[in-house]
T-cell receptor
C-alpha cells in the first residue's frame, strides 16, 4: 500500500523559474508535513515543514502549501537556482509507534535540475 | 560539532559475507533509524530503536540485524540472507517527541 505519492519524478526548470513538487497522502493520522532535500552522495536534510493548522508556510524562496481536504501538500521554490538542484522528498508522519518516536514515510523523490 | 557519523562511506564485500555498518551520534537523541535507499525507490525503513537495548523491525528488516547497546551507537549488520544488499544506507536520529530526523552522510555498500 503506497501511502505517499510524490510527483513529478523529475523536473527541469530554468534558472529564475518556479519549481513545484507535489505530495499526496492517504493516512489522515499524519500531523507533520516536511520536505527533505538531498544532494548526491549525502544524507537528506530537513528543508521546510508545516503543521496541519496552517495552509501555507514560507521560508525565503521555499513555500509549502497544504490542502487538508485534498490530502495534498506541495513545495514551491521561487527564483530557482542551480544550487537548488537536488532530490526532494516529502515525508509526512504521525506518531505511529506510540512511544514518542516518529517513523517517516518517504515519497519516492523528485530529482530537480535547475539549468542556467 | 554535533551530528551523525556513518562509516565507512564506501564498502565493498563479496557475496555471502556479513558486513556491519557503523552509525554514531552525539546529539543525545533517544531514537535512531536505519534506511535503505535505492534509485527511484525513496527511503525505506529497515530498523528503528526508541531506547537503548530495544529496537523494532521496519518495513524491510529481512536479512538485516541491529543492536543498541549504547545510546550513541546503532550498528547495522547486513547478513548473507539479504538477497540484494547493494544499496545506499542511511542512519538517522531524532529527539523523542520531535519529528525532525537528522541523517548521516550514508554508506554505499556494493556486494560483488
Amino acid at each position: 500500500q503506497q501511502q505517499v505519492k510524490q510527483s513529478p519524478q523529475s523536473l527541469i526548470v530554468q534558472k529564475g523559474g518556479i519549481s513545484i513538487i507535489n505530495c499526496a497522502y492517504e493516512n489522515t493520522a499524519f500531523d507533520y508535513f516536511p520536505w527533505y532535500q538531498q544532494f548526491p552522495g549525502k544524507g537528506p536534510a530537513l528543508l521546510i515543514a508545516i503543521r496541519p493548522d496552517v495552509s501555507e508556510k514560507k521560508e525565503g524562496r521555499f513555500t509549502i502549501s497544504f490542502n487538508k481536504s485534498a490530502k495534498q501538500f506541495s513545495l514551491h521554490i521561487m527564483d530557482s537556482q542551480p544550487g537548488d538542484s537536488a532530490t526532494y522528498f516529502c515525508a509526512p508522519l504521525g506518531a505511529y509507534s506510540g512511544a514518542g518516536s516518529y517513523q517517516l514515510t518517504f515519497g519516492k523523490g523528485t530529482k530537480l535540475s535547475v539549468i542556467p | 560539532d554535533g551530528g551523525i557519523t556513518q562509516s565507512p562511506k564506501y564498502l565493498f564485500r563479496k557475496e555471502g559475507q556479513n558486513v556491519t555498518l557503523s552509525c554514531e551520534q552525539n546529539l543525545n537523541h533517544d531514537a535512531m533509524y536505519w534506511y535503505r535507499q535505492d534509485p527511484g525507490q525513496g527511503l525505506r525503513l529497515i530498523y528503528y530503536s526508541q531506547i537503548v537495548n530495544d529496537f523494532q523491525k521496519g518495513d524491510i528488516a529481512e536479512g538485516y540485524s541491529v543492536s543498541r547497546e549504547k545510546k550513541e551507537s546503532f550498528p547495522l549488520t547486513v547478513t548473507s540472507a539479504q538477497k540484494n544488499p547493494t544499496a545506499f544506507y542511511l542512519c538517522a536520529s531524532s529527539e523523542t517527541g520531535t519529528p525532525e530526523a537528522f541523517f548521516g552522510q550514508g554508506t554505499r555498500l556494493t556486494v560483488v
